[in-house]
């Protein structure tokens, strides 16, 4: 749909990269996608992708396995271009979900290192204001999941 948009990916796992990169090569991909080995609390867009600022920025089920995952949000704002936005989606509270539900997702979670953020609103929403940027927040699914998005002032 937008044939000139560049992807750039970032994970700590190298398999992950191996993954994605296969999966990237099946679809004829590797011309618009740059992967690259690296921390999400603590990177560098100029040196990793020779990029200095993004107009997108996707963080999608990671929050939730990131020790430090704060600083995650902070690069990921510092990272971003005048204008652009901050996508977040991680798993929720599941507050609306039944609580048997709740307490057989929060134990398979928990097997994989999951640990759903409680304080991942208040973490954006704060973010958000010490950045001058805007902040939607919405609950998915009965809670499942989050979404939140932030956007740079211009």
Same mark, same amino acid.
């Given at each position: 749909?937008?044939?000139?948009?560049?992807?750039?990916?970032? #994970?700590?796992?190298?398999?992950?990269?191996?993954? /994605?990169?296969?999966?990237?090569?099946?679809?004829?991909?590797?011309?618009?996608?740059?992967?690259?080995?690296? #921390?999400?609390?603590?990177? #560098? /867009?100029?040196?990793?992708?020779?990029?200095?600022?993004?107009?997108?920025?996707?963080? %999608?089920? $990671?929050?939730?396995?990131?020790?430090?995952?704060?600083?995650?949000? %902070?690069? /990921?704002?510092?990272?971003?271009?005048?204008?652009? %936005?901050?996508?977040?989606?991680?798993? !929720?509270?599941?507050?609306?979900? +039944?609580?048997?539900?709740?307490?057989?997702?929060?134990?398979?979670?928990?097997?994989?290192?999951?640990? +759903?953020?409680?304080?991942?609103?208040?973490?954006?929403? $704060?973010?958000?204001?010490?950045?001058?940027?805007?902040?939607?927040?919405?609950?998915?699914?009965? !809670?499942?999941?989050?979404?939140?998005?932030?956007? /740079?002032?211009?």
């Amino acid at each position: 749909r937008y044939p000139e948009a560049r992807f750039f990916g970032l #994970d700590i796992s190298a398999e992950m990269l191996e993954t /994605a990169a296969a999966a990237i090569a099946r679809e004829n991909r590797s011309g618009r996608v740059t992967l690259a080995l690296g #921390d999400a609390t603590n990177f #560098d /867009a100029g040196t990793l992708y020779g990029v200095a600022r993004f107009d997108r920025i996707f963080v %999608s089920y $990671s929050l939730s396995m990131i020790p430090g995952w704060e600083k995650t949000v %902070s690069a /990921a704002l510092a990272a971003l271009a005048p204008g652009g %936005s901050l996508h977040v989606v991680d798993f !929720g509270q599941q507050e609306g979900l +039944p609580r048997w539900f709740r307490a057989l997702l929060r134990g398979w979670l928990k097997r994989f290192h999951v640990a +759903p953020r409680e304080s991942l609103r208040e973490v954006l929403e $704060s973010e958000s204001e010490r950045t001058g940027a805007t902040f939607h927040f919405r609950t998915l699914y009965r !809670g499942y999941a989050w979404l939140g998005v932030i956007g /740079a002032a211009r």
